[in-house]
């Protein structure tokens, strides 16, 4: 009996601990199936499904990824993300990861790998592009005035990559560009660039075959270069104003274009690296890493952004079609 | 004859029919082959979740550091080896080389697997036993063809 309570005390602790560990990181991601932070280039067999669920926390901010993906033909993937926010704090700008909007938004994306080269085993030079749509589904509020208004981005990237049972590399970069639902309309949300580069490693204790649990680490270095956001001044109702001194400031009214107000409390660069890990067991994927700022220039009273730590886990739907 | 004799003579009739009603079906019995581009578990078990979801699959063994799978079939089965390297890449990987046991028959130097539909060049056998025979061989990558 007593044993028992224990037990079950201990479970308790555990799944406490749990969601202390979840409420204590940063930003959470990743698609389990390759780097944290980092372009990948896998995509999913004919017929598979993958699901995954996330939790971001950034600035603040807490944002639930839910992603499925399906692989639609050979090399070819389909998916659908909704990341949402939970409740708002700084909000962050760029995207979170190359599979992810980083605004609330659906965004439905297809990876094409134009190029596979399997030259050994376990060994394979690969090539995928990206091309996806998305639509803004939540007002964020701003410091300096109304939200934007709600607008369509567009994303198109490409990464490479060379895998093999010992090492990893990747390296990609990408390009997301918002537009405006009406032509009349001034609000623009940032675009952003994100590229990245990923070495990873299977240290030999963990190299054990199938089908063991499988365990594969990465050091990750993203940059992402934010642009700035603008506003339609005849309904900007005002807000704190940003203080003139900070890196990247513009006064407004010399960056707007065809009447829109540029907001100086948008944008900025950063990059940074760290490490990540994913662990495999039967049809389950999880992940986990940090990154550190090594360079975090936000235009404007931005807060400075020091580390981002990510945990994904995922499902997958293997076997296909009959 | 005794009645003890006939049970056994019948026994063994009826033991003989099973056995050749089995091998004029069980065409493809077992094909180890090798795979590129397999390098993680995940990968693993999808190719062989999509593998043992073919008819007549009765297991699929991986071996990731050789890139091997190993595949043993039903009796009674209809499978195809085109099948298997077009479901390996789907999948996104490379199916190579493979050895195969199968029942068949010779024409000339083409040993054509029963019932698949598919032969492939080996060295012709000699062999006193009635076709179809049993036969271990090796294939390459792109040695299949299908009977015209």
Redesign the interface.
Known sequence: MTGKRDWSRSRHRFGLALLGLLSLTGPAWGDAHGPAFGYSTTVLGVGDISIELAIMRRLGTTMLGPEVSYGLRQNLQLSVSAPFHVNHGEHPVGRFDPLMPGVPAVEGMAAWRVYHKLSGVATRNEGTLFGGFSATTQDLPRTDGRPLQQAPGFYGAGAVARITRRYYVSAGAGYEYFGTWNSGDLDRQSSTFLSSFVVGWRPPAFDRDYPKPDVRFFLETTGDWVGQASRDPAQNTGGPPPPPHNHGYRPAAAQSGGGAVVLPNSGGSGIFSGPSGLFTYKNMGFQGGMQFALRDQRNGTQPAERYRVVIGVSYFFLGGKK | MTLAAKSILRLVAFAALICASNCLHAQYERIQM?????????C???????I??LGGVKSVA??????LLDIALKPDNNFKMSSLRKRI??????SMEATVTAFGKFDGSRFEVLGSGEWFEVKAQDSKSPPPIELTFQTRESSLRAVP
């Open positions: 090798r795979v590129y581009g397999l390098d993680c578990e995940l693993a078990r999808g190719v062989a979740a999509s043992m979801r991986v071996n990731l550091k050789q890139g890449q789907d999948n996104g990987f490379r």
